[in-house]
Every structure is written in C-alpha cells, then in structure tokens.
C-alpha cells in the first residue's frame, strides 16, 4: 500500500491529511498559520506540528510517505520559494512538491483539468488554468498591490465603518452594537481610544459580523458584501479573458471562509454580475470540501496514480468543511 501526504497551510490554519491510495484517510493533525509571508518561524512550526501529527496518528514514518504535496498560502513568486524550498526540504520527504493554496483549492472543487478558483479567506487570491494547460495567478498580495478585502481587510472595513458612523461621517449601523458586544466596550468612544492607546490590531473575528447585520437589512454591511463579491468578480473575470477561456464551459470554485462558511447570497450575486458577461459557461461553485482534499489528490496523481472514483468518494466523505470544522 502507498501513502500521500496533503498540506494546505493557510493564514489562519494548518491542516496535514495522510491517505493510502483508495483515499482512506488513516492520519491528520494541524497547526496555526502556515503563511511565511506572516511570519517564517511560524509558519515552519505550524507545518512541522501538522505533519508530525499525522505521522503520529498513522504510525508512519516520512520514507513511508510515496509523494507530498504542500498548498501553501503565500507561495506566489519564486522569491517566495527560495524562502519555502529549504524549510520544506529540511522536513525530510523524498519526493515533494509546493504550490499556492490556489492550486490545491481549484483541484479540490472540480473534476476537470482546467478553471479557475477565487479564494476569500484570510486575503484574496485568484488563479486560472485553461485548456492549453497555460496558468495564471492575480492578486493575493494586499491592498497596496490591487487586491480588496478577505477576512483582514473587511475586518478592517467593520472598524472603520463603526467609527465613522459614531463620528457622523456615515450612517448610523447595526455594526456598532455587534462590535461593541464583541469587543467587551461600552462605547464606541472607549474602543476608539484604547485601540488608538494600545495600537492594537484589528481581530479578523469582526468580519462575521457582516452577515447578520446584512440579512437584518443594514446598508453600511449590505455595501460592505457587494464590494468584495464585486472586486472578486473583476478579478475572475480579468483571470479568464487574460487566459482566453471565454468561450469554455468550466468551473469558478469558490474558495476561503468567507466564501464557504457563511451565508454568501451578499456575494456571490454580484460575483456573477462580473463574471457572466465575460465567460456564460463559467459556473461558480462553492468548495464543499476543505481544500487539503485537493492536496491528498495532487499527490496521489503525483505519485503516478489515476484518481478513481472510490478515491473521490472517500476524501469526499472525509473531508467535508463541516466535518473538519468539527474536529
């Protein structure tokens, strides 16, 4: 019997899933952030304590493992890799590979061989792969460099709407009471100063809080939510006509907490008012399972084996987002 090894180390979370060649999951373990870019040392230990737990569970040692295959977030530009090659390297595997959190959420929410996955999660991503096999990848490098929103920045975009509206400069909105509740404050005076006292950091927590004042009617969140749904349409669509894809019928995976694990009918809509004129056989697809299950697949295709349909049916079964939510 063959084992792979599935990483995806993400801003938030690490996750390692260990699999024989059926897709029965026999190891997995997890970590914090998996993202050098937010801190390398971090992001090493949180791989090593997620792989050496999943080790661990299945009672195997890294020879044992046939092919690796790590999605890292943050793996974007071959600078990133002269950063990512030797810490992944000194693991120990004998055969790996790395590649951007992108690839193995696209993997992971299609059957097909090319379309193209949008990630909102943490920050924002977008990465395409046409017929031809030619790949491209926009954003997920910040504001400064083009990119709006993910859970960071509209966490940010919570915080700032709440003080605004306490300053009269916009509206008045459900937020303020959620942040405050969230927070521990009795006024919006009291967060202003302490965070400006502390220089404290905005919690990325806020962000859920969009969708219930959202679905209470609350116009400063309702504009909030079309504003990511739109600027992830934008770069969708940019991904496809830069890759020629607009007259193929493929999927847009949907990918990243804020996509997946919320009430997303504040999003979704006006990602397809971009998208639909560009590309009509674009179909957006929600990812219903953790995208580690697109690295587990990778490997396995790696280590020179052809995904059956027992195998999707296994990692299916395993690796909903609900289930490991739960764990």
């Not at 801190?39 to 890294?62: C, D, F, N, P, Y």
Request: hydrophobic fraction near 40%.
């Amino acid at each position: 019997m063959s084992y792979y090894l599935g990483i995806d180390g993400g801003g938030s979370k690490t996750i390692a899933v260990i699999s024989d060649e059926t897709g029965m999951i026999i190891g997995s373990g997890y970590g914090g952030c998996g993202n050098h870019q937010v801190g390398r040392e971090i992001a090493e230990q949180s791989i090593r304590k997620a792989v050496g737990q999943a080790l661990q569970e299945a009672q195997l040692t890294k020879s044992d493992i046939a092919y690796a295959m790590f999605g890292l977030a943050g793996a974007d530009r071959e600078a990133d890799f002269r950063i990512l090659r030797p810490m992944i390297d000194g693991l120990g595997f004998p055969d790996f590979e790395i590649v951007c959190d992108t690839v193995i959420g696209l993997r992971a929410g299609t059957t097909r061989p090319f379309g193209v996955v949008s990630i909102c999660g943490t920050g924002t991503n977008c990465y395409g792969i046409n017929r031809q096999g030619r790949a491209l990848q926009i954003g997920g490098f910040g504001y400064t460099y083009g990119d709006f929103g993910g859970g960071a920045g509209l966490s940010v975009e919570v915080f700032r709407s709440v003080i605004r509206a306490w300053e009269g400069r916009s509206e008045p909105t459900r937020l303020t009471e959620a942040v405050l509740a969230m927070l521990g404050y009795a006024s919006v005076e009291q967060l202003f100063h302490d965070f400006l006292d502390r220089e404290a950091a905005i919690p990325y927590d806020l962000t859920k809080l969009l969708v219930p004042a959202a679905d209470e009617g609350d116009g400063v969140a309702e504009r909030i939510l079309q504003k990511q749904g739109i600027e992830l349409g934008i770069t969708a669509a940019t991904v496809i006509e830069r890759l020629g894809m607009q007259s193929d019928s493929f999927d847009l995976v949907l990918v990243g907490s804020v996509l997946t694990r919320g009430n997303t009918r504040h999003i979704i809509p006006h990602m397809e008012s971009q998208v639909a004129p560009v590309a009509l056989g674009c179909r957006l697809r929600v990812l219903t399972l953790e995208p580690v299950a697109g690295a587990v697949m990778l490997a396995i295709e790696k280590g020179g084996r052809r995904l059956e349909q027992t195998v999707y049916k296994q990692l299916g079964t395993a690796l909903t987002l609900k289930e490991m939510s739960e764990v």
